[in-house]
């Protein structure tokens, strides 16, 4: 038998090498994702700003008093302007909505710009371009459109927050869509932390090991994973159509005179509570899974019976981590678009929600139609509303982080 | 003294109560399997749909009768399978770099980061898709070849979508590996990368092939990408090019306007949400089983 020596360091060089060169591929795939957050972000900033030539339908010179422009006139100026322009019917209409003593200045202002001048946008650019190629841009619309405006336009703004849903681009706002959202997740909340904590406490504290509790944990782990959209069509047979009577109010004689049907803030807050349940419930148990079996066993040896025990000494210290759980669910709900779009929201609504029982819009709703729709200026408002939602989940965000830091407890 | 258990009505109550909460998941998903079994079953009987045509047909076109599923069934594994092509590779490479070679400070840096990715509502994600990835796709392959609408942006950025979940599993997974193996393949004068490759990824393995299995099914199920940006209307293609509709993008899109129930669109829905119920359900369960089966136990 012949012994070859073998040699151990021809390939040594060769095979750091390709650690070296792997090790890059492997941080290069993790910065890939950081990446693309950061353009995601980046893209949604872009289009949230910009340039963009409006085109007044009527000159707003026309309506200056004795050379007074329209910026500089009186409230009272603005409102005898918009009694004398609109129809009788239409002027009453708004002063029912909010009467127009109660108005500020900049509502009725909003309101002249809105009615009277209607401006409609042109053309549009994103921030990024506005600023590398103003001039450009400039030049281009004064050839173009001469006699229009070219404004530099913040799509995001404390106006557009607190303006309802409008056919115009530029008086268009998103109060009736944050509204919408939070009745449904008020809905979703209610139905889904008593039902979603019960369920672990039974899980974690009563349940035996028996065929039908394992069944039902089995199944929670099942319907986690269920798509969100058959949530959406569950929602839409039971309660849309089958309890059409509850979810439509009629049961309560409540009706919203909006709506007649189980397309309801009702109906779509139930759907997320089913959706986000599973979900509560896995985050509650290990909650409660956490508290230390030694204050159970102290509570019992004091005399208290199972629920006392449960009462009073392992749901308040279960309780951060089942409220950080919770708000992570809500975090989810606030996002899901899919379902509500089968369960019915709908298109257009300018009218406040005013009960659980209303029509329903709400913020991803809101974004999926204007990003849908292809003329260019809705996508920057579905941009500027993005910007709103990702404010709203980050913030409910830090939160959950808050709690948790903040009542974390060691064992 | 009484020694005797004393009945206590309250607490049974209490108990029953929470019974009912725990039982109530149940109801779920007999209502799932009910209604989608009960309308698919109506939509089935339907005198123009006959159940070999709908797994058989390429046209999936109502208003003439035609109900082939195939159509939103190529749809769906067009920007499921672009989707694994960036999130497997990404995510398991992510998930090693994370595990193997991150110093403890970076990996608390970059992992939460992650988890931002997967935190974002998938909406947001189909406006990305649709004004930054389809314009980039526009401009490198030319817009004549790509349309505005197509189902290869829908995946890429579906794929953006599911890396943290297979990365976060898989590094769970990695991470179960004890550090003994680690070092007796390190004693043996294996090289940082072949430890990673040929010792801690196949003892990892089945953890990370349910992490695959559950993106699978997660890409299956995702809607808004897809509605947003992969295109309104059936398209018996292959091509990533090009609009086409997935089976949840033609569920949203239908029941987008008032749908009137007992109608023909209305019964279809349940059908193709029946396959795809199935469809991720199967893939979840044996995803599970995986797990449970495939685990190394090390002591």
């Known amino acids: 038998m012949k012994i070859t020596q073998p040699d151990f360091s021809s390939n040594l060089s060769a095979r750091h090498r390709r650690g070296r060169t792997w090790q890059l591929v492997f941080l290069a795939s993790t910065v890939i994702g950081i990446l693309a957050l950061t353009a995601l972000l980046f893209n949604i900033l872009d289009s949230s700003f910009g340039f963009a030539i409006l085109h007044a339908k009527v000159d707003p010179a026309t309506f200056a008093v004795d050379g007074l422009p329209l910026e500089e006139q009186t409230k009272d100026q603005l409102v005898a302007l918009l009694q004398a322009e609109l129809s009788s019917g239409a002027y009453n209409k708004l002063n029912n909505e909010k009467s127009f003593e109660e108005r500020s200045r900049a509502e009725v202002y909003a309101l002249v710009v809105e009615r009277l001048v209607k401006y409609e946008v042109e053309e549009t650019w994103p921030l990024f371009e506005s600023i590398t190629s103003s001039a450009e841009i400039k030049a281009y619309a004064t050839e173009k459109y001469p006699g229009d405006k070219l404004t530099f336009i913040s799509w995001l703004t404390a106006d557009f927050v607190s303006r309802p849903q409008s056919s115009e681009a530029v008086t268009a706002g998103i109060r009736t869509a944050i509204l919408g959202s939070l009745w449904t997740i008020l809905i979703t909340v209610l139905f889904a932390f008593p039902m979603g904590v019960g369920a672990a406490i039974y899980l974690e504290e009563y349940a035996s090991d028996s065929w039908l509790n394992r069944l039902i944990r089995t199944n929670i782990n099942n319907l986690a994973g269920v798509p969100s959209i058959i949530y959406g069509i569950l929602g839409l047979a039971i309660f849309v ?24 803030i009702l109906s779509a807050g139930l759907t997320l509570g089913l959706l986000v349940l599973p979900v509560i419930i896995i985050n509650a148990q290990e909650a409660v899974r956490a508290v230390p079996q030694s204050l159970r066993k102290a509570s019992y040896g004091l005399g208290a019976t199972k629920w006392q025990t449960v009462w009073w000494h392992v749901l308040p210290n279960a309780l951060p981590g089942i409220l950080t759980g919770t708000i992570l669910a ?82 | 003294m009484n020694l005797k258990k004393r009945r ?229 293609t292959l091509n990533p090019f090009k609009a086409a509709e997935t089976m949840t993008g033609h569920i949203v899109r239908i029941s987008g306007g008032d749908l009137s129930y007992d109608s023909i669109d209305y019964n279809s829905i349940f059908a193709i949400g029946l396959m795809l119920f199935v469809m991720t359900l199967t893939l979840n369960i044996i995803s599970q089983r995986i797990v449970r089966r495939f685990r190394e136990v090390y002591e």
């Not at chain 1, 009629?250 to 189980?262: I, K, Q, S």
């Not at chain 1, 709908?346 to 913020?363: E, G, H, N, Q, R």
């Not at chain 2, 039982?23 to 089935?44: M, P």
């Not at chain 2, 159509?71 to 497997?88: D, E, F, Q, S």
């Open chain 2, 8 to 236: 206590r009505p309250g607490e049974i109550v209490i108990q029953s109560i929470l019974f009912f909460t725990g039982f109530f998941s149940i109801f779920t998903t007999v209502g799932i399997v009910y209604e989608l079994g009960k309308e698919a079953w109506l939509f089935f009987r339907l005198p123009e749909v006959n159940l070999l045509k709908f797994l058989t047909g390429t046209q999936w076109q109502p208003h003439i009768g035609e109900f082939g599923i195939l159509p939103l069934v190529t749809a769906t594994l067009v920007t499921t399978g672009i989707a694994m092509l960036i999130a497997i590779p990404l995510g398991l490479a992510a998930a090693i770099y994370l595990s193997e070679y991150a110093s403890k400070k970076m990996r608390n840096t970059l992992k939460p980061i992650l988890e931002v990715l997967a935190g974002i509502p998938t909406i947001v994600y189909g406006y990305f898709a649709l004004t930054f990835v389809t314009p980039l796709l526009r401009s490198i392959f030319g817009s004549d070849v790509v349309e505005i609408y197509n189902t290869g942006s829908a995946g890429l950025v579906m794929g953006i979508l599911i890396l943290p979940l297979i990365a976060s599993i898989s590094e769970d997974a990695l991470n179960a590996v004890p550090r003994s193996l680690r070092d007796a393949a390190y004693g043996l004068g294996a090289t940082k990368l072949e430890v990673a490759i040929k010792i801690v990824l196949p003892a990892a393995l089945s953890g990370i092939a349910a992490a695959v299995i559950l993106g699978i099914s997660r890409a299956i199920g995702e809607t808004m990408i897809v509605a947003v940006a992969a295109g309104a209307g059936p398209n018996f």
């Open chain 1, 330 to 411: 809500i975090s989810r709900a606030i996002g899901e678009t899919a379902p509500l779009v089968v369960v019915g929201a709908s298109t257009a609504i300018s009218v406040d929600p005013s009960s659980p029982f209303a029509k329903f819009t709400a913020l991803p709703i809101q974004i999926y139609q204007w990003t849908a729709r292809p003329q260019g200026e809705w996508r920057h408002l579905a941009a500027a509303a993005i910007v709103v939602l990702l404010a709203l989940l980050l913030s409910l965000n830090a939160a959950a982080i808050f709690l948790r830091n903040r009542f974390a407890r060691k064992y």
């Open chain 1, 241 to 264: 159509r089958a309890l059409e009577k509850l979810t439509s109010g009629a049961v309560f004689r409540l009706v919203d005179p909006t709506t007649a049907n189980g397309r309801t």
